[in-house]
Nanobody
């Protein structure tokens, strides 16, 4: 059974930093992409960043480029999202996902999801 467990969310002031972690278990993810999505109240779930596990190729949505960094630790089967220069508009529930679909920025490409972790950025 695949499990994705996020951690690291919290409350931070604008300009601050947080690091999210996603621990994966239950299968080998070498052929998968793993990604971060977020959903703010009243808004649709949106793509944040993704990494292809085998190649390390990385993708970001434009609004987080230069501020967020996605990375992975193969030995720990864990993915990270380092978030710097946080803004109030980054406030959302952040979800970790894993999947083998072709489009890493489309949530339908992901089969497995974590429970989400709240990130709140105060002005």
């Amino acid at each position: 059974q695949v499990q994705l467990v996020e951690s690291g969310g919290g409350l931070v002031q604008a300009g601050g930093s947080l690091r999210l972690s996603c621990a994966a278990s239950g299968r080998t993810f070498s052929s998968y992409a793993m990604g971060w999505f977020r959903q703010a109240p009243g808004r649709e779930r949106e793509f944040v960043a993704a990494i292809r596990w085998s190649t390390g190729r990385i993708y970001y949505t434009d609004s987080v480029k230069g501020r967020f960094t996605i990375s992975r630790d193969n030995a720990k089967n864990t993915m990270y999202l380092q978030m710097n220069s946080l803004k109030p508009e980054d406030t959302a529930v952040y979800y970790c996902a894993a999947g083998s679909g072709p489009n890493t920025s489309d949530y339908v490409s992901y089969s497995y999801w974590g429970q989400g972790t709240q990130v709140t950025v105060s002005a």
